[in-house]
């Protein structure tokens, strides 16, 4: 058994009292104030997330009462030492790695454990347990490394998802994202949303603390831990690593970077990383973070994950074509190109919040419309797009969420010349749960718009997208379900309402 060094993490999971041998809380240094909890601590399951090749961190939050209105989730005002383990099997039969960390009032009671040093391209198996009397177990969550620098392996299979706002459906997308067991999950932001919506179709409603709006650190917080109640979320979570990214209603509606102040963004963010499986690298400093990161699945793939939201110039329709504006910093625009100009893997994924191809409702490249979107900030997207194409990335495709429905898109060298070079695609997913039954009920069916030919799928019903990349093609299904509004997962049907292809090198959708 290898003990690894003490880190910060989060807790979470339904747990139970333990008497299983884990290594003391004194193994590793200083001891925290022991303390005893009233009831199980692991109400909000646990996650996995950003593998490396050689690790991935481990997430949990301890909060027995979750929907408590200060937002500490019923945690007294004390460190609570937690131990962890890693096995290669489900039953812990095989130990690999264990160690103790310490989770503080001042993150919630929330930790990340970041490892290295493990195999590549390998399943594990992890759970924890509070340092109490009495102690609790977590569940076991289930995660992975990926393939090392220069393996080729048979097959990646992943999710994307995005926007799931609590009341408006129940989340059977999630639960069925658990069922697939893919190698990882791609989360694109809106995982909270920081307003009720009150409509008559909605399933359940948040937590009233007699505000109409979140922003402070207390309500983001309870949010998040809402959320996480759902057992649909946790078994997602449990099922697989996560690469998650955040959009607007994860700090407020269509936020830029003159909006909203320092004080809400850094109480926003902070709420955020307590409750994501994501590295230290991510940890904020007030109201700014780290967000674009980079992670690769051997020879195979590659993800460029962006921030399109801190940087963002604020939206304005008649600017939509001045060259100073942005969608993402300058920082992170030559990051992502001297990213793309190596090319170590099959497929370059680029993670992102809003649409990238073009949907120009009256075609003309004067005037400006989507001001929310990349038709809003067209140098840049232009300077990307060129740019990726001079430095000759084989297979680019964007992955999008945020527009509550399905789409897909050719990218084209010029999208006002139907005839122009394919230089790559863009696959959309509608939300976890977001907009109910309808993103817009007064056009449930939309078609496919007639003025825009490289649009080839739009379908307005609650999903998500399943992939599976490989060294010859990416298969996308675009998954959806059969009911927003049946609470039984069992009596709803989760299954793919288009499937497209991509063969390598050809950067156009086909259908499958």
């Known amino acids: ?189 809106d995982y909270i949303y920081e307003f009720s919506t009150n409509k008559t179709t909605n399933v359940r409603e948040y937590v009233d603390w007699g505000t109409d709006v979140v922003d402070t650190l207390a309500e983001y917080r309870l949010r998040y831990a809402q ?79 962006l921030d399109t939201r801190q940087y963002r110039s604020p939206q304005s329709t008649p600017d939509c074509n001045d060259g100073t504006r942005r969608m993402i910093s300058s920082n992170q625009e030559q990051w992502l190109l001297d990213g793309l100009a190596t090319h170590p893997a099959t497929w370059d994924f680029l993670g992102q919040q809003v649409f990238f191809a073009d949907r120009d409702r009256d075609r003309n490249p004067n005037t400006c419309d989507g001001d929310d979107s990349w038709d809003g900030y067209r140098p840049q997207r232009s300077r990307i797009s060129a740019g990726w194409v001079e430095r000759g990335v084989p297979n680019p495709v964007l992955l999008t969420g945020d527009v509550h429905r399905h789409w897909a898109a050719d990218l084209l060298a010029n999208p006002y010349a139907p005839d122009s070079a394919h230089i790559g695609v863009e696959l959309v997913t509608t939300s976890v749960s977001s907009g109910g039954p309808s993103a817009d009920p007064t056009d449930p069916e939309p078609g496919l718009p007639d003025h825009l030919p490289h649009v080839k799928y739009l379908h307005d019903r609650r999903g998500y997208i399943r992939c599976t990349a490989t060294s010859t093609q990416l298969t996308a299904e675009f998954m959806q379900l059969s009911s927003t509004t049946e609470p039984d997962f069992a009596k709803v049907s989760v299954t793919p309402h288009a499937r497209f292809v991509v063969p390598e090198g050809e950067k156009r959708l086909l259908r499958g």
Request: proline fraction near 7%; glycine fraction near 8%; hydrophobic fraction near 40%.
């Open 1 to 189: 058994m290898r003990n690894v060094h003490r880190r910060t993490f989060i807790l979470g999971g339904a747990a139970v009292a333990s008497s299983i041998a884990l290594p003391s809380a004194g193994a590793t240094g200083v001891r925290a104030t022991a303390t005893s909890l009233p009831h199980d601590p692991f109400q909000l399951g646990v996650a996995s997330g950003d593998p490396s090749a050689d690790g991935f961190v481990l997430w949990t939050r301890l909060a027995p009462a979750p929907l408590n209105p200060d937002g500490r989730g019923g945690m007294p005002s004390s460190n609570v030492d937690v131990q962890w383990q890693v096995a290669t099997d489900g039953n812990f039969a095989t130990i690999v790695a264990s160690g103790t960390t310490t989770a503080t009032p001042a993150s919630a009671h929330s930790v990340h454990v970041e490892l290295s040093g493990l195999d590549h391209s390998r399943f594990y198996y992890y759970r924890f347990r509070t340092d109490t009397a009495p102690s609790y177990l977590s569940p076991t969550g289930r995660t992975r490394t990926a393939p090392g620098q220069g393996v080729l392996p048979n097959q990646l299979r992943f999710a994307v998802a995005s926007c799931a706002h609590w009341e408006e459906a129940w989340f059977h997308a999630y639960r069925q994202i658990a069922n697939d067991n893919p190698d990882l999950v791609l989360f694109l932001g």
């Open 227 to 305: 959320h996480r109640t759902d057992p649909a979320l946790r078994a997602a979570h449990a099922a697989a690593p996560w690469v998650v990214v955040f959009d607007d209603h994860e700090v407020k509606n269509n936020w830029n970077n003159s909006t909203p102040s320092a004080t809400q963004r850094a109480q926003a963010f902070q709420a955020w990383y307590e409750n994501m499986p994501v590295r230290a690298a991510q940890k904020p400093q007030g109201g700014a973070m780290t967000m674009h990161r980079r992670l690769g699945w051997g020879s195979l793939a590659r993800f460029h994950m």
